[in-house]
Each structure stands twice: as structure tokens, then as C-alpha cells.
């Protein structure tokens, strides 16, 4: 973002220029079908188990169990449906959570709509769903679990690996949404007990349009698309190689470092924001997402605020960015007992490891300005 201060990088971040060159080489010099038998096609073939071996062992897979999409929306899409596709109706119950993504609860309600009973589990204030009510609402007919790893609104992190084990137990498959953790926190599949992941390339600094969905072997999945067989026959079409490697590229230069670095700002923005008077931390104060500040503002219209902050060139969100055009409460911010109150703003600032201690105070200062000056316009 020219001359201004993104901090909404939890709807989409810059393309790391190294993972910009990596798949420039892959658009232009070895472009070919990556199912095409001659040499040039087995180079794409060969760049794109690469990339699926890098993916694997981010998460403590194998390389065979990942499988290219284009982004955590097909990916939960298929993890849902591919799912309940294999398990031919035998099975009608799926527990999943109220905060989830709309890539997640929009399928639910399909299913719903096809007979299926859905399940969806409350959190407590901070975001958290309680193992405990995973555990007392499977019952026989239970089919998957869906729960997500980290919230993308407020950044809590759920206790993914409790769930899992639960699941485990009573034999029932787990799905988690990890388009806002990959990468950032740690994730092992087996340790977890996770049967199918949903990861994006564009939350982390890789492309738009690409993602990837990681499902156990022999984990019973129909695929939600036809044609030539592609990725395992899970997910057909011509695989998008330079996608693929950008993803990759991206994931392997996000360094613990950056991860540290982007802590410790998020650390300074929430003491410095909660400084201004009448304002709440939304989510977890411990079990957060590095790069994920959601403020609540008393007394401030939330789009006064976006409004007043856009003009200081400083981009934020109210929420997620799929609802911040429409003008109902968010359903995650109304999941943690926050009333409908439209008078009271939260705000969303996300970070990203380009992110700088400068625009941070920057954002600071302005958003307390503008704070202030939408609290006297109101006589609040
Ligand atoms: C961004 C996001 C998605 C959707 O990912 P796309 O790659 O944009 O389709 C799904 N779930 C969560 C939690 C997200 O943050």
C-alpha cells in the first residue's frame, strides 16, 4: 500500500517479493502442464511436489496428504462436503462452532437445508470453545467435528489439540479451519489428531487464489469437483504450479523471528489503544493470533471510526472482511456476549511482518484522536 498504513493483513497481505520471483520463473520458463509426460512438464511436476513435500512438513504431514486448492474456502468446502460426500448419509450430525468462518458456516446451513443436524457450539467471552461441550455433544450418529484453529476477527486460538484428541476417541473426524494460523502457530497434525486442514497462500504472503487442504491417508473424502484426476483425484483441473510455489516460498520466509516481532507490536498496540479511556481487548489476552489487535471503543460508531481512519490513509477492518459492508453485528463479536449495540465499535488492526513500529504509532495516535473527536460529536 503506497504511502499509507495497512493494517488488515488479516484479509489479505502484500506478496513477499521472494515468493513473487519464485513464481515468475514458473509463469514464464516452465510453464507447462505439470501432467504432461515430456521434460518440461516433469520440471512443473517436480516444482510442485516441491512444494507439496514444504507444505507436508510445515505441518508434520506427508507430502501425499496435501492437496492444491485454489484457497481455505475450497478447502473447507471440500473438507465439508467431501466428507459427508464419502460417508453416503450414513452418518447425519456434525458439531461445528458459532464463530466460525462464513467459508465454513455457509455449508452448514446447506447441509441443514439437506437434512443434516448441525451443532453450533458457543464460546465463552474470550472465544473459546470447551472441550467438554465437544465431548458431551457427540453422540453415534456424529459424523465430523469442525472447529476452527484461529479466529480471524478477534485472533483467539482454540484448544485444537484437546478437541482433536477427543474426536480421536470416540472416532469421529476433525476438520479445522487454519487459514489464520498456518504458519504463524505451531501445527502437527498427528500430535493434534487432525484428519482434514484448510490453509490459504494469501493470509501469509503468498498469492490470491491459492490454498491447501490437508487430508489424513485413507480418510474417506469424495471429491467436489470432476475431470482429469488431478491431486490424487481429490481436487481435478490443471494445478496452478506458480501458485503452488509462491505458497510455498511464502510459508518457508515467515521466520519465527517474524512471528516474535509481530508479538511484540501486537503487545504495544493493545497497551497503548486499551490506554485510551472506556475500551476492552475482544478475544484472548493469552491465546492470540501475533499479528491480531480487535479493540472495542465505547460510544463510537464503528464505521464513524473506519471512516475517520481511512481518511488518515490507515487501512483497518471492523471485523472480517466478507461482512464489513454489511451492516449487521458480527456474528463472532455477538457469539463473545457483546450486545448488537451499534454505538460501540470494534475495531480489527492486523499486522504482518512488514508491519512497522512507526505506522503502529501512528495508528495509535490517529485512532485516539479520532476516538476522541467522534465521543464529543456524540456528547459521550
Ligand atoms: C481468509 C479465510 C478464509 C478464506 O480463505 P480464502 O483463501 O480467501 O478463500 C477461510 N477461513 C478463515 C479463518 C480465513 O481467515
Do not use: W
Not at 17 to 39: C, D, F, Q
Not at 98 to 112: F, S, T
Not at 264 to 291: E, V, W
Request: proline fraction near 3%; glycine fraction near 8%.
Amino acid at each position: 500500500m503506497p504511502k499509507g498504513v495497512y493494517l488488515d493483513n488479516a484479509a489479505s497481505t502484500s506478496l513477499d517479493p521472494r515468493a513473487g520471483a519464485a513464481m515468475r520463473l514458473y509463469e514464464t520458463i516452465h510453464y507447462a502442464n505439470p501432467s504432461s509426460v515430456h521434460a518440461e512438464g516433469k520440471i512443473a511436476a517436480q516444482a510442485l511436489e516441491r512444494a507439496r513435500e514444504t507444505i507436508a512438513h510445515k505441518i508434520r504431514a506427508k507430502a501425499h496428504e496435501i492437496i492444491f486448492t485454489s484457497g481455505a474456502t475450497e478447502s473447507d468446502n471440500l473438507a465439508v462436503k467431501g466428507v459427508v460426500g464419502a460417508a453416503g448419509g450414513r452418518k447425519k450430525h456434525i458439531i461445528t462452532s458459532q464463530i466460525e468462518h462464513a467459508a465454513v458456516l455457509e455449508p452448514m446451513k446447506e447441509l441443514e437445508a439437506q437434512g443434516f443436524k448441525v451443532t453450533y457450539l458457543a464460546v465463552n467471552k474470550e472465544g473459546l470453545v470447551d472441550p467438554n461441550d465437544v465431548r458431551k455433544n457427540i453422540t453415534r450418529h456424529t459424523l465430523l467435528v469442525s472447529i476452527m484453529h484461529a479466529n480471524n476477527e478477534i485472533g483467539t486460538i482454540q484448544p485444537i489439540e484437546e478437541i482433536g484428541k477427543i474426536c480421536k476417541e470416540k472416532g469421529v473426524l476433525f476438520h479445522t479451519d487454519a487459514a489464520q494460523s498456518f504458519a504463524k502457530v505451531p501445527i502437527d497434525v498427528n500430535r493434534m489428531c487432525i484428519d482434514v486442514l484448510s490453509m490459504s497462500a494469501h493470509k501469509i504472503h503468498g498469492p490470491k487464489g491459492v490454498g491447501a487442504l490437508y487430508v489424513r491417508a485413507g480418510t474417506p473424502l469424495k471429491a467436489q469437483m470432476s475431470g482429469g484426476g488431478q491431486e490424487f483425484g481429490f481436487r481435478a483441473g490443471t494445478q496452478n504450479v506458480a501458485g503452488a510455489v509462491g505458497f510455498t516460498k511464502a510459508a518457508e520466509e515467515l521466520k519465527q523471528k517474524d512471528i516474535d516481532r509481530m508479538a511484540s507490536l501486537r503487545d504495544y498496540a493493545i497497551k497503548h489503544l486499551l490506554s485510551i479511556p472506556h475500551t476492552r481487548l475482544n478475544g484472548s489476552s493469552t491465546r492470540r493470533l501475533c499479528n491480531n489487535v480487535n479493540i472495542l471503543f465505547e460510544g463510537v460508531p464503528s464505521g464513524e471510526l473506519l471512516m475517520h481512519l481511512d481518511h488518515a490513509r490507515i487501512a483497518v477492518s471492523t471485523g472480517s472482511a466478507c461482512s464489513s459492508l454489511d451492516i449487521k453485528a458480527s456474528h463472532v463479536l455477538t457469539a463473545l456476549g457483546e450486545s448488537a449495540d451499534e454505538a460501540h465499535a470494534a475495531i480489527r488492526f492486523s499486522l504482518s511482518k512488514f508491519t512497522t513500529k512507526e505506522e503502529v504509532k501512528y495508528a495509535i495516535s490517529k485512532t485516539a484522536q479520532a476516538v476522541d473527536a467522534i465521543r464529543r460529536a456524540h456528547n459521550f
